[in-house]
């Protein structure tokens, strides 16, 4: 059997409603028109501002987990660990405005399923938009298979990584990608992030700038990739065509994130270096450590100046001389 139950729900159309004689028909269509165009432009309205909405939450969270991965990757749990806490206390309060919001569209969702149709909704062209490979949800990984990925995608690609990381034109890292697209994906970006703190500890800053450029090409490709909810390798196209194309904005968010990114990594090296410091330091205490476990330096350094000047000038009938002198206590 046909089922006719669709056509339950379609208002009637001006041309089938009976009026009465004295009623100026015609203005009494115009009139439930407009108001039913007002109606449909309200409910347009509040939908795009739920989704724009939603989609700001869901780019501030792809940020801040952004952040937090640096973090994690430059590996210094001790300078950073604060900064972590509170980028995971943010992270939390954004996922749950991301809820919230996800959950006031699917109420619009099913308010607008149910609304009844009308000549203006049955009439619109139902092949007017474009679809997107959408992406598979995928199961989440353990931070050992993470690592196991991470690793054995780097000892594949990292010569291509590396070409990719050192291009300068946006022409030029687009054919690349399109020539190579198993690279725009998170272990690239992962890669290239280590990389910048590597350069930077290794004060090769231009070199490090170069390559965070390229970082954070290859993270806005990802987070594009997560708004619209497809594969990276399907969407990354439309990012250089966005950044070629001058958006204005687009650009602007672009080069404020690169140098985040760029102040992000100088203090990232700066705590690797002086993390080093700190064992280089303990290191060559341990081998300086006499009888009894003293540290000759701090031994030094608590004598009276009287004492150290002895030490200083090495005279050993100053220094008993000195010791005569002074309170046996």
Not at 58 to 83: D, F, S
Not at 111 to 128: A, I, R, Y
Request: include cysteine.
């Amino acid at each position: 059997m046909v089922d006719y139950s669709v056509w339950d729900h379609i208002e009637v159309s001006d041309d089938e409603d009976e009026t009465h004689p004295n009623i100026d028909t015609a203005s009494l269509f115009r009139w439930r028109h407009q108001a039913r165009v007002e109606r449909m432009e309200q409910f347009q309205k509040e939908k795009e501002e739920l989704d724009k909405g939603c989609r700001e939450c869901k780019r501030k969270l792809a940020e801040c987990q952004r952040k937090m991965k640096e973090l994690e990757l430059a590996a210094e749990p001790e300078g950073g660990r604060g900064e972590l806490e509170k980028l995971q206390a943010e992270a939390q309060q954004l996922k749950n405005e991301e809820r919230s919001w996800e959950n006031r569209l699917e109420e619009l969702r099913k308010k607008e399923k149910n609304m009844p149709w009308n000549v203006d909704t049955l009439s619109k062209d139902g092949f007017s938009k474009s679809v997107f490979n959408v992406k598979p949800e995928e199961k989440e990984e353990t931070e050992e298979q993470k690592e196991k990925k991470h690793k054995t995608f780097v000892e594949r690609y990292e010569k291509q990584i590396k070409h990719f990381g050192m291009l300068r034109r946006w022409d030029d890292s687009q054919k690349y990608l399109s020539d190579n697209p198993h690279l725009v994906c998170e272990e690239t970006a992962n890669y290239l992030v280590i990389w910048c703190i590597d350069l930077e500890v290794e004060e090769k800053h231009a070199l490090m700038e170069q390559v965070a450029h390229q970082t954070i090409v290859m993270q806005f490709i990802l987070e594009l990739a997560k708004s619209l909810k497809v594969d990276p390798r399907a969407c990354f196209r439309q990012f250089f065509t966005k950044i070629k194309t001058a958006d204005q904005q687009y650009l602007e968010g672009f080069t404020e994130e690169l140098e985040a990114f760029k102040e992000r990594v100088r203090g990232r090296a700066r705590a690797r270096l002086e993390k080093a410091l700190r064992e280089y330091e303990e290191e060559e205490r341990q081998k300086r450590l006499g009888p009894g476990g003293l540290d000759p330096v701090d031994v030094y350094e608590s004598l009276p100046p009287e004492l150290q000047k002895c030490f200083d000038v090495k005279d050993v009938q100053l220094l008993q001389d000195t010791i005569g002198k002074m309170d046996p206590t």
